[in-house]
């Protein structure tokens, strides 16, 4: 983990220096905080050449597009739509725009998607007397598989508390963690976790970040390893990661990570993405910008932007769904007692 922990040291010394970027050279005008919008996408944003590849976005077409759609007879309501338009060009979930009476995002990434996830049919494999290790919602199944709710990493997870989760399903037969609807959190909890399913030090992706207002003004790839969990306890059983498109940024990391752990297979749907880490910046008039500004590939230095393809893809079935059944859960379980 110290590998991954002097990174984000450094990321986030780059972070204070993108937060308090202040586009002083445009006027708060209509017309002043479109280009300063532009602008700071244009030297901070670090996906423009993937973006172009993948999508076809020309960031420079764009600007001439947009830019005939603002004039300074428009409201504010009218400015946000059209400055949120444009950053939707880039089909990126960390990329938002925030206004005190509105929050621009673009969630294509799974709102476009089958869900692949029924809440309240999931709830019925935890039942009620599950146990809480910071979040991480587990339980035995009857057929000694044993079953982990991971929704966010925003909480505090930490070695103990998955230590303690582990040892409680020590006697179980394979492990299922259900991360689906996680749109993500810290990387240090979701990596925190993946260092429970090796014993050996991991090349799980690179790093590069933006050196400068080039739109190819990129560092060197910097590798990323995952150290095993030094405290407490590693799985040495299979497990099953179950995915859908909801499954975003440092959850999406997570995925990357657990892909290269020896016992791992991911099941389900591919992942939204969303593999660049987002830093801020205002406008003239106090608008919040996020964007992608670091961008993190994985062990074979391919962009998961997009999302991470599953090991074995699953839908979930309409005629399950009727017998309140989890298609993804009774899957994993079935691999995981084929797997002993």
């Known amino acids: 983990m110290k590998n991954i922990l002097s990174l984000l040291i450094l990321i986030s010394s780059l972070l204070a220096f993108h937060s308090c970027v202040q586009e002083e050279d445009y006027d708060n005008s209509k017309q002043g905080n479109f280009e300063a919008l532009w602008k700071v996408m244009d030297e901070h944003y670090c996906f423009f050449d993937y973006k172009q590849q993948e999508l076809g976005v020309d960031w420079d077409e764009v600007h001439t597009r947009y830019a005939t759609k603002v004039n300074e007879k428009m ?3 009218q400015l ?3 400055l949120c338009n444009m950053l939707a060009e880039l089909k ?3 990329v938002n725009l925030s206004a005190p009476f509105d929050f621009g995002r673009n969630w294509s990434f799974y709102e476009d998607y089958p869900e692949n996830y029924n809440d309240s049919i999931a709830k019925l494999y935890l039942g009620h007397n599950y146990q809480i290790a910071s979040g991480l919602k587990y339980i035995t199944l009857d057929d000694n598989i044993g079953y982990v709710r991971c929704e966010t990493f925003d909480e505090g997870i930490g ?3 998955v230590s303690v989760m582990l040892q409680s399903l020590a ?4 492990l299922i963690i259900d991360i689906r609807g996680n749109g993500g959190g810290q990387l240090t909890k979701a990596q925190t976790l993946a260092s429970h399913f090796t014993n050996e030090k991991l090349l799980v992706g690179y790093v590069s970040h933006k050196t400068g207002k080039g ?6 790839p910097e590798a990323i390893y995952l150290d095993p969990a030094s ?3 590693r799985w040495q059983k299979p497990v099953v990661v179950l995915t859908n498109r909801a499954v975003y940024s440092a959850a999406n990391d997570f995925v990357k990570c657990m892909k290269q752990c020896p016992h791992a297979t991911i099941m389900g749907a591919p992942t939204g993405g969303g593999s660049g880490m987002p830093f801020n910046s205002e406008l003239p008039n106090g608008w919040s910008v996020r964007y992608s500004a670091v961008i993190f590939y994985d062990a074979q230095m391919r962009h998961t932007e997009f999302g991470i393809s599953p090991d074995i893809p ?4 309409g005629a399950d769904i009727a017998e309140k059944k989890d298609t993804y859960i009774e899957k994993a379980r079935e691999y995981l007692l084929n797997s002993k």
């Open 171 to 174: 006697s179980c037969n394979g």
């Open 314 to 317: 699953l839908s979930m079935s």
């Open 80 to 82: 946000f739509e059209v």
């Open 92 to 94: 990126d979930g960390h």
């Open 159 to 161: 070695d103990g508390n």
């Open 75 to 77: 409201n504010n309501a």
């Open 215 to 220: 739109r190819n003004d990129l560092s060197t």
């Open 231 to 233: 405290d407490g306890i």
